[in-house]
């Protein structure tokens, strides 16, 4: 799904994609981490890795699938599904889980931390930053004596326009 990009208030920044790693970034630090690890470079794998890291927003496997596809149209499901296996093992990649059932991936490198706006009726996804959230979740953790490895936020609503199509129904 696409980033959508909207005027943000003083305290909420929207998530601009710019700050990705490049796929020739990427493609060098998977690499490195497949030489660590005995495995083999293939052509199959860096097309895959290029088209991810040359995407925005949150791929399910069949969407990155289909645009690979487009790509080389004998690259299979099942080495997608590697791949990207592979990405997130190696801290590439972050699969996410929203509501709609399908495991998601979006680029973990050359990233901030971010929150997500995840809309129920288009799917779209808006990721954030509000650095008072961050401060009121430190703040909370401290009052129970827990220390916080790693968070995500995730906010289900209907995003301006479906909010728009309802309203004219």
């Known amino acids: 799904m696409p980033v959508r990009s909207q005027t943000p208030s003083p305290k909420l920044r929207l998530r601009p994609p710019s700050e ?37 927003g949150h791929l399910s496997v069949d969407e990155l699938l289909s645009k690979v596809q487009d790509r080389d149209e004998n690259i299979g499901a099942a080495t997608v599904y590697r791949t990207m296996k592979i990405l997130a093992d190696s801290g590439l990649a972050s699969p996410r889980h929203f509501e709609d059932g399908q495991t998601r991936y979006e680029a973990a490198i050359g990233r901030h931390h971010h929150d997500h706006l995840i809309c129920t009726s288009c799917h779209a996804i808006i990721e954030f930053e509000n650095e008072r959230i961050e401060e009121l979740q430190d703040m909370v953790a401290r009052q129970h004596g827990f220390v916080v490895t790693r968070h995500k936020l995730e906010l289900y609503g209907l995003c301006k326009a479906c909010q728009a199509r309802q309203q004219k129904r």
């Open 20 to 56: 990705a790693a490049t796929p020739a970034e990427a493609r060098a630090r998977l690499n490195e981490w497949i030489a660590e690890r005995g495995l083999k470079a293939t052509r199959q794998r860096d097309l895959i890795v290029d088209t991810f890291f040359s995407s925005t």
